[in-house]
């Protein structure tokens, strides 16, 4: 549960969010609503331009997008030195990754 904590920090409830509909991410994602399994990691920005990645929320909450903590400007490769300043970073392919120990991470 580290990784969910690490990338959802700071953001708004997403348990409190009743009523969202699933739908195709033809455009940007919007925090709380579904995404699929095969979305999980994916890293993008919504429309308000505020970090998201898909998340598996339990067996009761599916898949959603979630929002990130500070999120590095520089697209990091997996196993890349880390200092830190940033706990999330995006890979060349798109996915999120975490500082964990001085190095860039798909997490615990």
Do not use: F
């Not at 969910?4 to 033809?26: M, N, S, Y």
């Not at 067996?59 to 490769?77: F, H, L, N, Q």
């Not at 940033?86 to 190095?103: I, S």
Request: hydrophobic share 35%.
């Amino acid at each position: 549960m580290r990784i969910r904590a690490i990338l959802i920090a700071g953001t708004i409830a997403v348990g409190g969010l009743t009523g969202v509909a699933a739908e195709a991410h033809a455009s940007k994602p919007r925090i709380g609503n579904y995404c699929t399994k095969s979305e999980v990691s994916n890293i993008q920005r919504t429309e308000n331009g505020h970090w998201t990645v898909c998340v598996y929320m339990g067996s009761g909450g599916g898949y959603k997008w979630v929002a990130t903590a500070k999120v590095d400007p520089v697209v990091r490769k997996l196993g890349q030195r880390c200092t830190g300043k940033y706990p999330v970073a995006r890979t060349p392919r798109g996915k999120a990754v975490m500082c964990v120990q001085g190095k860039w991470t798909y997490g615990p």
